[in-house]
């Protein structure tokens, strides 16, 4: 939860953090946190995680993309029209 949350907050998709219990009991305490956590690639299941990330990822990208075309062939059509008059 910790590292979801993180992330949201800082804008990012992808997040590790490590973590310690002190030895008498109390809060875990966060002592790194990267931008790309390898050692989690290890975990079953992480692989499909990943993939499953990057395919999202890259399908908002592309329908923002899109998106961005849209408007530009819009502008570009009203630009047109109002110039014909």
Same mark, same amino acid.
């Given at each position: ?10 804008? @990012? #998709?992808?997040?590790? @953090?490590?973590?310690? #219990? /002190?030895?008498?009991?109390? !809060?875990?305490? @966060? ?5 790309? /956590? #390898? ?6 299941? $992480?692989? &499909?995680?990943?993939? $499953?990330?990057?395919?999202? *990822?890259?399908?908002? !990208? !592309?329908?923002?993309?899109? &998106?961005?075309?849209?408007? *530009? *062939? !819009?502008?570009?059509? *009203? &630009?047109?029209?109002?110039? @014909? &008059?």
């Amino acid at each position: 939860q910790l590292a979801a949350s993180l992330a949201r907050e800082l804008g @990012v #998709a992808l997040l590790g @953090v490590d973590l310690i #219990a /002190p030895l008498g009991g109390g !809060a875990l305490l @966060v002592i790194d946190v990267n931008y790309m /956590p #390898a050692t989690s690639l290890k975990l079953a299941g $992480s692989g &499909r995680a990943l993939a $499953s990330l990057a395919r999202k *990822t890259l399908e908002e !990208a !592309a329908g923002d993309r899109g &998106r961005s075309a849209e408007r *530009t *062939t !819009a502008e570009q059509r *009203t &630009r047109a029209s109002s110039e @014909v &008059r």
